[in-house]
């Protein structure tokens, strides 16, 4: 599928991105994390969803393999835990 667009506007912020388009400037590929309060008031919709992209958007929480695992670490992980399975399209591996 091929799209024509004019003019341009890059950004390296997720949050920009997602408040241009909120704005009326064009459509975005941004993640859902980042979009989810947007999508869920309507503010944004979702389109093309028929057309998944194939992209690997894990995140990854590495530390020591110890028992000694610092409780705020611990609290850490938790916390992104309950985030991320808030999320309509989360998943938690």
């Not at 400037?25 to 057309?51: K, P, Q």
């Amino acid at each position: 599928m091929r799209v024509k667009t004019r003019g341009y506007l890059k950004l390296d912020n997720g949050e920009a991105v997602r408040d241009a388009c909120i704005e009326g400037m064009g459509v975005a590929l941004t993640s859902t994390w980042c979009s989810f309060e947007a999508l869920y008031n309507g503010s944004l919709v979702r389109i093309l969803e028929d057309h998944p992209i194939a992209t690997d958007s894990s995140i990854w929480a590495l530390y020591p393999n110890s028992h000694l695992l610092a409780p705020r670490v611990r609290v850490f992980i938790n916390y992104l835990l309950q985030q991320l399975v808030l999320h309509p399209r989360g998943i938690v591996r």
